[in-house]
């Protein structure tokens, strides 16, 4: 069997990036972080004592810092580093500036944390020049005091409110913008609490997250009441295959789909990042037919699509060759047009001649292969 993008221990081992060879997918496996710290403000917390215990009911030792600052994950080298960082998994008080909600036009309303960082190796990360410092994974131990400050925001909010296709989502909250939920949810037990604080919210609210990997089983039967929608981050095959080390293989991901969808949730397709790679319209093809059989024959299926195309930042792609310095990920400024973000920083996407080509492309295809799936937006 071929090795996978990172051991049951947490070691990382060769992904394509740093081997020049794409690995086969491999089914996503539970996260076993080679170290689990936790920072003295954390035990104040039941949810931080919740996750030790959690964590140590697996067999995994918790190092109880002394202090606050998380010290031993710099290496030698910076391959060392990223090793140790992203093996790592530290217990803390999340940041004041996280209890202050952001807006996180389009996906929703507003983005919430739980947890920053991941032990997924995608080759594009979209946390890498986002976060700063070594990639450690931090679980956040005030999960109760976080889901209460967000009452505060229900009924506030303009993406979903000015968008008539989702005013009936209410007002939404995204909880995975620095994390994937699905990799971390076995050692915190952090998005099952908030998906049942969804359930019981007695106001129009919706939570939703993305994810690439398939660990549903706790979801199932959970009092969700329609107001989480999980959405599964998706990609054709030769982009997840060469591109996503560490994360749950695409079949593995479509049947947690439809696991859910079975079980009453809303579900959807984060179809990101788009690629024009060779015979790219053959291979998302394959990939919406993939889609339609794994929700074939499921009643009430409320599916959207979210489709974002490739992107990258001078910083963000700094860091990635930073990490993934054999990576064939096209990260050239010569083949792409420069945009000027918000707050004037520069990206670089497709030219508009291919971002136009693969807008109709997708728009029709997804009417056709999948008639009841709506396409909240393109970017
Ligand atoms: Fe980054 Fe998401 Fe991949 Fe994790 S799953 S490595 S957060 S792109």
Redesign the pocket.
Known sequence: APAAPHSASGELVATSGLSGVAPPARPGRRWTPRRVVATPPAYDHPHGRRIMALVEDQGIEVERLRSARLTGVRGENDRETYARAKSTMAIVVSPPSRRRLQPIAPSADWRFDLAE??????Q?????GSLSGPPVTRVYADLDDILDGLAAYAGQGTVTSRRPARRDEGTTFEASC???PL?LEHLTGGWRRAVEHFGAWDAPVQLRWT???DDVDTFVGLAHRGRTRVRF?VNCLPVTTRF????SRLADRLAALRRLALDGYPVGLTIAPIMPIDDWRASYGALLDDVAAAVDGVPGLDLTAELITHRFTPGSRDVLLGWYPRTRLEMDEEVRSRKHGKFGAVKYVYPAPVMADLRGWFETEISRRLPACRILYWT
């Open positions: 960082g991941c032990p997924a190796h995608c594009y990360c979209y946390l890498a620095y994390t994937d990799a994810t690439k990997f981050s996503e080390g560490g994360t």
